[in-house]
């Protein structure tokens, strides 16, 4: 019976900090995010230059000069989405979204390639990464997967849209998908060069203050003239929605999982405890007051409960990396908006992109479900423990 | 030896089943009354239904009666508070319950001791008394048995044993022998009787069988909730009663003058008790 109840609890809490660990990673990643974009003001053309290897609208060359010179303007980040469905790279069996994404480094590092799976924080696996040097020259990191398939090594070169640009590094990220399918990182001035688009699509302008962002959008907007729409990056819909959207369902996933196992563990409890009525009514015949037949039952199924954690840690660490997998891979499916951060601008292309690349069970959480194991297992206990405990003996012995 | 012939004294006891959604309202003991001198041995008798367990229940403090007085010992049970109840069941009671109901998840022998546990009685004490109990009721080679291990009757003797643990005054037993065999039934039976000869035990002990009753000291038959002693125990109680008044007329006589006999109310023979010896009671 105790092991039985001691499975039944390792399951649900199982359960509940597998849930609970993922969405804490996404909340921290989304916080991170909604903080950076707090500063952020995007510029988008309403007059379009249109490009034919350009799938949105592209703003004149110059503009940033213009914006750089506005007082109270920290940074400036070109972001240019460039489609090559004309066939040059696609790869990895990825449907032919392909883009110039901003990378990192703020100023002169920049993406060009198939953007499949934007750009996800990654690790240089050979050679090196890009640097401020390579501004001008035409010279790109590759995803490992792309490296291994194509036989393409260091110091080879890749065409992108007919220019090679020479392989300095090669990089990982999390997952096998985006190792293949994931992009060619070239800095920002060769790869408008490659594509020969006028300018970017969206310029992200970082505000010295936070405060100051309203006031300064006013300024931009009067620096570039009417067929520019400016405005903070967080009051565009899609980005915010995008965001409490990813939160939120996983968040409720924590919180319905942390209900599930309550309940089951408060049911288990309660029956178990509701079983043993008898034993209680014997308890009371032999002499045991009320007071100690209440603490040491209570106490009991408590440690029962205690019982459940060994096997909750192991089926948390032993399906964890399996539900995070899923989770990511419906994300995916879900394909959320792309929103950019801060001055180390990332492209974050869907909701797996705030999820941690590996599952860990961290104390706090931990400490968590032995509270909640613990305190269920005594609510469930207590009332049918109570209930016998005030029969008189005579009742409660019966059957 | 004096013994106090009221030792267990009920007046005029109704207990009723109240009416509930389910069931009808059923008077389990009707107005009944009935006396049980220290030291000896009561078997009820009666049909299934008849209202024993609801008469042990009343004994023991399990329950209580509707109206009416249940006194053991000199106290009368119906007026003690809850707490001074539970220490009268730990301290002064053994009961055999029907089911002979032991804790599954304890060995025999933890099942005994977990009866001293309420009194404080010292761990290794508790051990050595459970040993020597078990033995007594010819299970010393099952004491580490859990009880789905034992045989229905071997269950039996270690719940008389758990019965016996606290040294109790009073031992109320439902159908003690109802899963033994012959020699196991006479085996609890003489043990019983010892008991209330050597120990000053009395007992109280329901049963279906005329064999055993036969054979105890007092006999009463409960039918349809009325409790009547058989003539052979009416018999018996009025020998003793009598004979406890002669001895006080004695005892009146050689005292003092100037004392001044009380008058007796009806029933209430003599206070006077040896305290019960301390030693092992078990033979
Ligand atoms: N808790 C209860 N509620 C209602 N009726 C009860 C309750 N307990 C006992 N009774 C009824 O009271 C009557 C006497 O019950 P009791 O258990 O005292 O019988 P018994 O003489 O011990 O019978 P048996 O020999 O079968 O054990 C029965 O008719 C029973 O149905
Ligand atoms: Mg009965």
Known sequence: ?399 | MKITLDFIRLRHVTKTYPKTKETEEVTALDNISLRIPEGHLAAVVGESGSGKTTLLNLLGGLDRPDSGAVIVNGEDLAELGERELVRFRASRVGFVIQTYYLLPALTAWENVELAMEPNRVPSSERRERARELLKSVGLESRLNHLPGQLSGGEQQRVAIARALANRPILLLADEPTGNLDKKNRYAVLELFLRLARENKITMVVVTHDSRVSERCDLEYSLKNGKLRPTNRTSKKLAEMQAEASRSRDMAAANAQPLARPEPVPDGYESCDREEPTKGDIMP
């Open chain 1, 1 to 399: 019976m105790a092991l039985g109840v001691a499975l039944v609890v390792g399951i649900s809490i199982g359960g509940f900090l597998i849930f609970s660990q993922i969405a804490a990673s996404i909340q921290g990643n989304v916080a991170a995010a909604q903080s950076a974009v707090k500063n952020l003001i995007a510029v988008q053309s309403t007059t379009p230059v249109y490009h034919e290897q350009v799938n949105a609208p592209m703003t004149e060359p110059g503009l940033v000069g213009k914006i750089e010179q506005v007082s109270g303007v920290l940074a400036v980040q070109r972001v240019s989405y460039v489609n090559f469905n004309g066939g040059a790279i696609v790869r990895g069996g990825a449907p032919p979204i392909e883009g110039i994404d901003v990378v990192s480094g703020g100023t002169l590092m920049d993406v060009i390639g198939n953007g499949q799976a934007g750009a996800s924080p990654y690790t240089i696996a050979q050679g090196r990464d890009l640097q401020p040097s390579d501004s001008n020259s035409a010279v790109c990191i590759i995803p490992a997967g792309y490296a291994s398939i194509s036989g393409i090594g260091l110091g080879q070169s890749v065409q992108e849209n007919g220019t090679p640009f020479t392989v300095v590094g090669i990089y990982s990220v999390g997952d096998t998908y985006a190792n293949n399918g994931g992009p060619t990182i070239v800095p920002y001035d060769p790869a408008l060069q490659a594509t020969l688009a006028p300018g970017p699509n969206v310029v992200y302008v970082t505000a010295a203050t936070t405060g100051s962002v309203y006031t300064l959008v006013g300024e931009i907007q009067s620096a570039i003239g009417q067929d520019y729409e400016v405005q903070p990056v967080s009051d565009l819909g899609a980005v915010g929605n995008d965001i409490n959207s990813i939160a939120s369902i996983n968040q409720e996933e924590e919180y319905v999982s942390l209900a599930v196992g309550a309940i089951v563990i408060g049911l288990v409890t309660f029956v178990v405890t509701a079983q043993r009525r008898r034993e209680i009514g014997l308890l009371k015949l032999l002499g045991f007051t009320n007071g100690s037949i209440v603490s040491q039952l209570a106490l009991e199924s408590m440690l029962w409960s205690l019982l459940g954690l060994p096997i909750a840690l192991a089926v948390s660490v032993l399906a964890g990396p399996l539900v995070l997998q899923s989770v990511q891979q419906s994300a995916n499916a879900g394909g959320s908006g792309t929103i950019y951060s801060g001055s180390s601008a990332h492209s974050v292309s869907a909701a797996s992109q705030f999820l941690a690349a590996t599952f860990e069970v961290t104390p706090s959480t931990l400490l968590l479900a032995v509270l909640v194991t613990v305190c269920i297992g005594l609510v469930g206990a207590i009332l049918p423990i109570l209930r016998a405990a005030r029969l008189r003996p005579a009742e409660a012995m019966r059957a």
